[in-house]
T-cell receptor, first 113, second 115 residues
Framework: GDSVTQMEGPVTLSEEAFLTINCTYT??????LFWYVQYPGEGLQLLLK?????DKGSNKGFEATYRKETTSFHLEKGSVQVSDSAVYFCALTPSGGYNKLIFGAGTRLAVHP | GAGVSQSPSNKVTEKGKDVELRCDPI?????LYWYRQSLGQGLEFLIYFQGNSAPDKSGLPSDRFSAERTGGSVSTLTIQRTQQEDSAVYLCASSSNGERYTEAFFGQGTRLTVV
């Protein structure tokens, strides 16, 4: 079945460092791809998405590009802030299906001043 | 407007008791989902409601779990004869429709502890 694999955390960075969180997926056809974020004490919220190959999703300085050839959707940010500390979840919704999210295990990011 | 609301926020119950968890979706959202977040299993899909269609119950882990959605709005997830492995955070989400590229809005969850 469809699945998502993302790098294990925690990831610890200093403020203004470059961030990459790797995400790869296994799915048939063309799934839609998402990054959700869970800030401390808050609910999951959508960070960005991409619905077809080569699409780039972006929001709040974060970016991810839908790479069909490598089945990847890596999350990047050029300069992280302390306020970016959170748990990040890569997810997909299967091709031909409805909005049933399949999540990766989550990656905890801690940014220090 | 209000987001997805879940109650209670925390629930401690004794093994073997039944529990009910409530979800109020965003008004007008036709699609509603339940997920479970646990240390060992990550985020798992449980059940999906879309309008008046039959729900997709394929993620429910056992027949002790059931859910209903009344009037196309409020949903209740019921766990009968709770077990310690049911301890988790139960998340509800809603979206404006069931299309697979549509943003899902999540509640803050109900943390269930079975002792």
């Amino acid at each position: 079945g469809d699945s998502v694999t993302q790098m294990e955390g925690p990831v610890t960075l200093s403020e203004e460092a470059f961030l990459t969180i790797n995400c790869t997926y296994t799915a048939t056809g063309y799934p839609s791809l998402f990054w959700y974020v869970q800030y401390p004490g808050e609910g999951l919220q959508l960070l960005l998405k991409a619905t077809k190959a080569d699409d780039k999703g972006s929001n709040k300085g974060f970016e991810a590009t839908y790479r069909k050839e490598t089945t990847s959707f890596h999350l990047e940010k050029g300069s992280v802030q302390v306020s970016d500390s959170a748990v990040y979840f890569c997810a997909l919704t299967p091709s031909g299906g409805y909005n049933k999210l399949i999540f990766g295990a989550g990656t905890r990011l801690a940014v220090h001043p | 407007g209000a987001g997805v609301s879940q109650s209670p926020s925390n629930k401690v119950t004794e093994k073997g008791k039944d529990v009910e968890l409530r979800c109020d979706p965003i008004s007008g959202h036709t699609a509603l989902y339940w997920y479970r977040q646990s240390l060992g299993q990550g985020l798992e899909f449980l059940i999906y409601f879309q309008g008046n269609s039959a729900p997709d119950k394929s993620g429910l882990p056992s027949d002790r779990f059931s859910a209903e959605r009344t009037g196309g709005s409020v949903s209740t997830l019921t766990i009968q004869r709770t077990q310690q492995e049911d301890s988790a955070v139960y998340l509800c989400a809603s979206s404006s429709n069931g299309e697979r590229y549509t943003e899902a809005f999540f509640g803050q969850g109900t943390r269930l502890t079975v002792v």
